[in-house]
């Protein structure tokens, strides 16, 4: 069974940073890639940034770009988001996903499989 648990979030003030993270279980993690998703309230679900099996190859939502980091620790069955300069905007529940294959396809065909967390909530205040 897989299971995908994100912690990390909190309340910041714009302009600081946070560190989500999302522990695997059920699943060689290190096969997989992985991808970030967030959704604000009253809107969609959308995609943050996603990363290949090793973390040699990333892909971003060009609003993240540049403040936004993905990664992974495939030792320890962990992604990573670290976001900084965070803005109002950010504000979201952040989820994880991971995908059956190792590439990135699924994220840029938007292809996305049904293995979700439950989510971290992200706050940022003016």
């Known amino acids: 069974q897989v299971r995908l648990v994100e912690s990390g979030g909190g309340l910041v003030q714009a302009g600081g940073s946070l560190r989500l993270s999302c522990a695997v279980s059920g699943r060689t993690f290190s096969m997989c890639a992985m991808g970030w998703f967030r959704q604000a309230p009253g809107k969609e679900r959308e995609f943050v940034a996603a990363i290949n099996w090793n973390g040699g190859d990333t892909y971003y939502a060009d609003s993240m770009k540049g403040r936004f980091t993905i990664s992974r620790d495939n030792a320890k069955n962990t992604l990573y988001l670290q976001m900084n300069r965070l803005k109002p905007e950010d504000t979201a529940v952040y989820y994880c996903?991971?995908?059956?294959?190792?590439?990135?396809?699924?994220?840029?065909?938007?292809?996305?499989?049904?293995?979700w967390g439950q989510g971290a909530q992200v706050t940022v205040s003016s």
């Open positions: 996903n991971t995908d059956d294959s190792a590439g990135l396809g699924a994220y840029y065909s938007e292809t996305y499989s049904n293995y």
